[in-house]
């Protein structure tokens, strides 16, 4: 038995919804998303709730139950609120400036480091070193902020880099923490 297939979805007002064969289409206030599913799995959509239901109890049916529902969650919470993604920048000197669509960032690098962000994503600044990642699709969103974070990763010893809001990073000892006298 799934336990994430069998929730049903339920779809929010100023929602709409549109099957065609495999092709799911979502429709809301923020905009619009459409993504294949398996043949083998039926999505139903009867009385504001979306179902999707499976073929049989085979490990790749059952695979493919949680995952498709999640994805239709996911996107029908896109359309209607939008996904967000913080990303700060810790350490003296590490900055981020608005450069158009773009950020441009200087995070101690021997040159500036800019990144554009693809179609439905926005990107936007706050002081020097807060990046905002807002857009309808999740995955656009996290594979975005994952690629300002790469830029500088947060140092294991120092701390300093680009991380996400609200993540611990956990300090090791340096080399004089280990000897003793």
Not at 132 to 153: E, L, S
């Amino acid at each position: 038995m799934s336990r994430v297939g069998n929730q049903p979805i339920s779809i929010p007002t100023g929602v709409n919804i549109s099957i065609d064969g495999v092709a799911i289409g979502i429709k809301g206030p923020k905009g619009e998303l459409s993504r294949d599913v398996h043949p083998d799995l039926d999505v139903v959509v009867k009385d504001g709730v979306i179902r999707v239901e499976r073929p049989s109890d085979e490990k790749n049916h059952k695979a493919l139950h949680g995952l498709t529902r999640s994805l239709l969650a996911n996107m029908i919470v896109g359309v209607s609120e939008g996904f967000e993604k913080v990303v700060e920048l810790v350490g003296v000197g590490y900055r981020v400036q608005q450069t158009g669509a773009g950020v441009t960032m200087s995070v101690m690098l021997s040159h500036t480091v800019e990144i554009q962000p693809p179609d439905g994503i926005t990107l936007l600044v706050e002081d020097n070193n807060v990046v905002f990642v807002r857009g309808i699709d999740k995955q656009a969103v996290g594979q975005t902020a994952a690629r300002i974070r790469a830029v500088r990763p947060p140092n294991i010893y120092t701390g300093k880099g680009a991380r996400y809001r609200g993540e611990q990073v956990k300090l090791k000892p340096g080399k004089s923490a280990r000897r003793t006298i």
